[in-house]
Nanobody, 124 residues
Framework: QVQLLESGGGLVQAGGSLRLSCTRS????????MGWFRQAPGKERDFVAV????????RYADSVKGRFTISSDNAQNTVYLQMNSLKFEDTAVYYC?????????????????WGQGTQVTVSS
């Protein structure tokens, strides 16, 4: 089993920044994909960004390209999502997800493990 714990959410003004963290524990993988997804009230859960290990390749949703950066610290088993130039429409619960089998997938069903989520609220 894999446990994922997100942190770093909060309230920020539009144009501000936040950094989310996701720490992984439990089972280890030889390779994996770690993704961030978000779900706004009344909407479906959507893909935000993903990073693959060990090659470090990344993929982003068009809505966050140029503003968000996903990175990983493998020694700390942690993935980060740096969010800059935040907009009101970025308000959502952000979820971390992990998969030991997929590669840069944007599909929810490809991820086997999920965190509990962290709330990000951007005030306009």
């Amino acid at each position: 089993q894999v446990q994922l714990l997100e942190s770093g959410g909060g309230l920020v003004q539009a144009g501000g920044s936040l950094r989310l963290s996701c720490t992984r524990s439990g089972r280890t993988f030889r390779r994996y994909a770690m993704g961030w997804f978000r779900q706004a009230p009344g909407k479906e859960r959507d893909f935000v960004a993903v990073i693959n290990w060990p090659d470090g390749n990344t993929r982003y949703a068009d809505s966050v390209k140029g503003r968000f950066t996903i990175s990983s610290d493998n020694a700390q088993n942690t993935v980060y999502l740096q969010m800059n130039s935040l907009k009101f429409e970025d308000t959502a619960v952000y979820y971390c997800a992990a998969s030991g089998t997929t590669y840069l997938s944007i599909a929810l069903y490809d991820y086997d493990y999920w965190g509990q989520g962290t709330q990000v609220t951007v005030s306009s």
